[in-house]
């Protein structure tokens, strides 16, 4: 017999921050820097003093680094934060830190991200299906890398740009709002 599922069997072990970090440090460290595509991360608070240690060796190496911490549970931008200095560092849960991105990509001076719709049919044999018109979601003002209290530029998230002041602004490139179907992207 066979049986439809909507989820698979310890699928969220890609769907929960702290697991596909973990997930991704693992893969890492056995194929090398074919991962080497997400920052470097750390899972509060098991990896605390390793996060100590790695923050204190990079800061006597470059300076000021900038962090972004995203509490494990939480979704829609709630509770993320960036910081600079540990002291900044408050948590009260199982939470993720990671390097922050100093240059990202950006269109029109906006952050973005890419909300891709996937369905995977089998894993034995591997059969992904890729919905052909996935969203564009943008930062609703200009990304401004020092300035770190600004949510409206350093997330993309929709429950919190959808108030931002920038929302109904016309933006260069952009336009107004904050997302696009992708096939404008690719046009």
């Not at 204190?56 to 300076?63: F, L, V």
């Not at 018109?133 to 919190?160: C, D, M």
Request: proline share 4%.
């Amino acid at each position: 017999g066979w049986q439809i599922l909507n989820h698979f069997p310890k699928g969220n072990t890609i769907t929960r921050k702290d697991s596909l970090a973990r997930g991704l440090k693992r893969m890492r460290m056995v194929y090398g820097n074919v991962y080497g595509f997400f920052p470097v991360s750390f899972n509060l608070p098991n990896d605390y003093t390793k996060f100590l240690s790695y923050f204190s060796k990079i800061q006597a190496k470059k300076g000021k680094q900038v962090w972004i911490c995203k509490p494990s549970d939480l979704s829609r931008g709630r509770g993320i934060f960036l910081f600079s200095s540990v002291s900044d560092l408050l948590y009260d849960g199982s939470t993720v830190v990671q390097r922050y991105i100093e240059d990202p990509y950006l269109i029109g001076g906006y952050k973005f991200d890419l909300r891709l719709y996937v369905v995977v049919t089998s894993y034995h044999p591997l059969r992904i299906y890729i919905y052909h018109n996935g969203l564009v979601r943008f930062s609703t003002e200009k990304y401004a890398g020092s300035v770190l209290h600004n949510k409206f530029a350093h997330l993309t998230n929709t429950s919190i740009n959808r108030n931002g002041p920038g929302y109904n602004v016309e933006k260069v490139r952009i336009g107004a709002g904050f997302k696009w179907k992708i096939a404008q992207l690719r046009g």
